[in-house]
């Protein structure tokens, strides 16, 4: 899709390649995140080198280096957003907005000597890779971090 773009449109402003981008590209490569999410190093390089190779398109960004060149356009990196997506999705099954038969299962931790906030969730241990970067897995550390605040929120727009 990003060649398309490429091939397609000769000279685009900033703010025209980013709403292409964000719209035709990135939501292909986001799809499935929450099933599928990259664990190895090599598989989350080659999501980041399409954005990499996204922000070199816009005229005048080629020369800057890759940590500058998103902030310029206000775009976040995947992992950000994978996090992002996998907190809204907790918090939507916590709070029951989605169906309690067909959504996992997340076990509160109701021992009252936690800190952090009233919806922490318990850990699991696990023995393989597999099952580490499980959804109901690799949710558990970042959703305990967050703060009360955000987690009693009432709506997933106020979360």
Known sequence: MLGVIKR???????????????????????YGHSVWCPYSVT??????????????LIHGFAKLSYSERPRKCELPTFKYRRKRGDMIETYKII??????????VL??????????????LDTHRTKYDLRKYYFTNRIVNVWNSLPDT????ETVNQF
């Open 43 to 56: 598989a989350i390089e080659s999501f980041e080198k399409v954005q990499k190779r996204a922000t070199k």
């Open 8 to 30: 397609h449109f000769k000279y685009i402003t900033p703010e025209t390649l980013i709403l292409l981008y964000k719209s035709m590209v990135r939501i292909h490569i986001e």
């Open 150 to 153: 955000v987690v009693m929120s």
């Open 107 to 120: 076990k509160l931790n109701l021992s009252t000597k936690t800190r952090g906030n009233g919806y922490k």
């Open 95 to 104: 709070t029951g907005i989605y169906d309690r038969e067909a959504s996992p």
